[in-house]
């Protein structure tokens, strides 16, 4: 039977030759993860459940991101609840400050990522590991206790949709142009509990950081998974990575996971992406998007650069590039936020955090912060924040009666300096 790439890896981890559409399958996971927002609640179910041990103390994965470092008594206890968690099992990837970053960057950074891993984490954006070719999908609380218990989770086996996207990306156009257009046009619920597959020449010529964003956003379009084929690239991203992980790392094993040319999909969407521009999602659902064009007349009191979204070096280079030589206006405060430890090294190696200091950012510390409300850049009552953040939720970063504009990285920076929304080719 013909198999997508999705259907592939759940049939594998299910012990099953092949798998439908609405099946229910019992699979076995290759990683669980949570944060310091829902890992606590699923610490509490996992001691209700009685059992003396984690399945397996190198799959369980603990990264405090959302509120870190503390910004208050109820954040401090809950990263210390994760903490005494991690030492009584024996749970050895559990990241503390000074080690930690935004989980679905710091994850793909330290090599725990690979092709066909079946990944569950308590964290919507957990989806973001399908652009290595691993079908990675957000859970509750509840299951990922389950899931450190028993090592196994059920799913439903969703419906498959296909992206193909062709053409050539104007300048300034990045992948998170790529996603928030799909996802303007299909709507937040268009891939409800669906693997949404992107290919075609545009996505191969992505770089894996232009692929992560994308695959980030899936959620955002109500997707089960988003999914890429994995390719060269994905073995040159990954090969220096593995040796931290003694992973036999051999492209041609890959090929297990590629959809078939006749897989089966509910709809195929298929677009010709060389005349769109930057675009803007509007408050206050990332599908309300227009091209960058039609936005100059927004003024902004906050830019926000980072997040799970858009805080990798690629990020901070294409900020730079923007930034240098210029000032953020005065009446804008413009957070800059790394991912990971790794990615605030380099930017001081290549001299990025020198020239957004010159401009007038803020540079923090690697954290989830102001792009779920949670510190590090809340909004007041009016205040308007254009952000390489997911959502843009009533109420997402801050005050309910502020308003969040997503964007990509290069139109955050440049609006920064504007002091209102605009693409770099306007400064």
Known sequence: MPQTISQKILAKHAGLKSVEPGQLINCKVDLVLGNDITAPTAIKEFEKIGVSKVFDKKKIFLVP???TPAKDIKSAEQVKMMRHFAKKYGIVNFFEI???????ALLPEIGAIKPGMLIIGADSHTCTYGALGAFSTGVG?????AGMATGEVWFKVPEQLKFIYKGKLQKWVEAK????YTI??????GARYMSMEFTGPVIDKLTIEGRLTMANMAIEAGGKNGIFAPDRKVYDYLKNKIKLNNWTLEIGHWKLFESDPDAEYKQVYEWDVSKIEPQISFPHLPSNTKPVSKCKHI???QSVIGSCTNGRIEDMRVAAKVLKGKKVHPDVRLIILPATQ???LQMIKEGLTEIFIKAG?????????PCLGGHMGILAEGERSIATTNRNFVGRMGHPKSEVYLSNVAVAAASAVAGHIVSPEDL
Do not use: R
Request: charged share 20%.
């Open 98 to 104: 000074g080690c930690m970053g935004v989980e679905h």
């Open 141 to 145: 609380s509840t299951d990922m206790a």
């Open 184 to 189: 303007g046009q299909i709507g937040v619920d």
């Open 65 to 67: 991101d959302h509120f």
């Open 342 to 344: 790794n990615i605030e």
């Open 299 to 301: 003024k902004i009191d």
């Open 361 to 369: 950012a803020a540079v923090s510390t690697p954290t989830c912060g």
């Open 177 to 180: 142009d790529l996603i928030l």
